[in-house]
C-alpha cells in the first residue's frame, strides 16, 4: 500500500511563491506504465481538479491552463518526492492540494488515481 504525504502549504499573500512536496512511501517510479503523480486541488464549493501531472515513463509534464507558466512540477526520484513549485500566487489558487498516484487514461480525471494524500492547505490573500 502507497502511501503519500503532502506538505508546503501555507498562506501567502498574492504574488508569493510557495513549493509543496509529496512524499511517497515507496518506489513508485515505474517505468513499465503510464504511471502519473499529480497534484489536484479542490477549493471550498468546487469539485477536485487537475492541477499539474509528471508522467514517470516518458518524464513529461502537464498542466491546467490555470497555472501554466506559474506552476511547475518536478521530482526527486533518489527520495521518492514529486514537488509543486507555484509562484505568482492568486487568490483564486487558494486551495486544499492533493498529492495523487496512478495510471490515469486522463491525467486530470480523478477517478483514475489509486493512491491519495490527505492534502496540504494553500491560502493566498489579496
Known amino acids: 500500500q502507497v502511501q503519500l504525504v503532502e506538505s508546503g502549504g501555507g498562506s501567502v499573500q498574492a504574488g508569493g511563491s510557495l513549493r509543496l512536496s509529496c512524499a511517497a512511501s515507496?518506489?513508485?517510479?515505474?517505468?513499465?506504465?503510464?504511471?502519473?503523480m499529480t497534484w489536484f486541488r479542490q477549493a471550498p464549493g468546487k469539485e477536485r481538479e487537475g492541477v499539474a501531472a509528471?508522467?514517470?515513463?516518458?518524464?513529461?509534464?502537464a498542466y491546467a491552463g490555470s497555472v501554466k507558466g506559474r506552476f511547475t512540477i518536478s521530482r526527486d526520484n533518489a527520495q521518492n518526492t514529486v514537488y509543486l513549485q507555484m509562484n505568482s500566487l492568486k487568490p483564486e489558487d487558494t486551495a486544499m492540494y492533493y498529492c495523487?498516484?496512478?495510471?490515469?487514461?486522463?491525467?486530470?480525471?480523478?477517478?483514475?488515481?489509486?493512491?491519495w494524500g490527505q492534502g496540504t492547505q494553500v491560502t493566498v490573500s489579496s
Open positions: 495523487a498516484a496512478g495510471r490515469p487514461s486522463v491525467w486530470s480525471r480523478t477517478s483514475d488515481y489509486t493512491y
Open positions: 515507496e518506489h513508485i517510479y515505474s517505468t513499465d506504465g503510464n504511471y502519473h
Open positions: 509528471f508522467n514517470t515513463r516518458l518524464r513529461a509534464t
